[in-house]
């Protein structure tokens, strides 16, 4: 049985800072905060001791950090990058103040987003491609555990590729999903949107 592990980089924005929509166009570091939870991830899968087939993330430099302290507490290479891990592109939102994106869109097109992955009007998603570049990555066979970091936008393509929508399809910076895939390519979730 292989083990997935979903994992969405940290923070990029301080607690004292406007949060803004940032997606695949905005190629931000992880601030201080951010820096922390990668480390509490790398702990937590250091102490785990799983048997790390592959570390695998997103180009974006947030992800890239993650995966790196993630690697380095657990004693693995550092992860190679994978475009379908890729954030979502915000269309006219990108940038902007999370006010503002509701004031444009408004909170049904936010919770279509969050809880069923219907994008607003105007982001750039290609739901399909992500959908089954999931389905191809679950389809690989192996036994171990493969840790992909990520971001939200990708990150919730997933649980719709394996068929086990949630409620709630977010998961928070510096939290995990995990997902068995058994022999017969079954796709089980195990816990969604858990931090160490």
């Given at each position: 049985?292989?083990?997935?592990?979903?994992?969405?980089?940290?923070?990029?924005?301080?607690?004292?800072?406007?949060?803004?929509?940032?997606?695949?166009?905005?190629?931000?570091?992880?601030?201080?905060?951010?820096?922390?939870?990668?480390?509490?991830?790398?702990?937590?899968?250091?102490?785990?001791?799983?048997p790390v087939r592959r570390l695998l993330s997103s180009p974006l430099l947030r992800a890239r950090q993650t995966a790196d302290a993630i690697a380095a507490a657990?004693?693995?290479?550092?992860?190679?990058?994978?475009?379908?891990?890729?954030?979502?592109?915000?269309?006219?939102?990108?940038?902007?103040?999370?006010?503002?994106?509701?004031?444009?869109?408004?909170?049904?097109?936010?919770?279509?987003?969050?809880?069923?992955?219907?994008?607003?009007?105007?982001?750039?998603?290609?739901?399909?491609?992500?959908?089954?570049?999931?389905?191809?990555?679950?389809?690989?066979?192996?036994?171990?555990?493969?840790?992909?970091?990520?971001?939200?936008?990708?990150?919730?393509?997933?649980?719709?590729?394996?068929?086990?929508?949630?409620?709630?399809?977010?998961?928070?910076?510096?939290?995990?999903?995990?997902?068995?895939?058994?022999?017969?390519?079954?796709?089980?979730?195990?816990?969604?949107?858990?931090?160490?």
């Amino acid at each position: 049985m292989r083990r997935l592990f979903i994992i969405r980089h940290g923070n990029t924005f301080a607690s004292s800072a406007q949060a803004c929509r940032v997606g695949a166009r905005t190629d931000i570091p992880l601030v201080d905060s951010g820096h922390d939870q990668a480390r509490r991830l790398g702990d937590w899968f250091a102490a785990q001791a799983l048997p790390v087939r592959r570390l695998l993330s997103s180009p974006l430099l947030r992800a890239r950090q993650t995966a790196d302290a993630i690697a380095a507490a657990i004693g693995h290479a550092p992860g190679e990058t994978a475009d379908w891990l890729g954030e979502i592109d915000h269309g006219p939102d990108e940038g902007r103040p999370e006010a503002d994106v509701l004031a444009r869109i408004g909170a049904q097109a936010l919770a279509d987003w969050d809880e069923r992955a219907i994008p607003p009007n105007g982001w750039i998603v290609d739901a399909d491609a992500r959908i089954a570049a999931w389905r191809a990555f679950f389809a690989q066979e192996g036994e171990g555990a493969d840790l992909l970091v990520t971001s939200n936008g990708a990150a919730r393509f997933a649980l719709i590729a394996a068929g086990v929508p949630l409620g709630a399809l977010k998961l928070r910076t510096g939290a995990f999903g995990e997902l068995a895939v058994d022999d017969a390519g079954r796709v089980a979730l195990l816990r969604w949107d858990a931090r160490p």
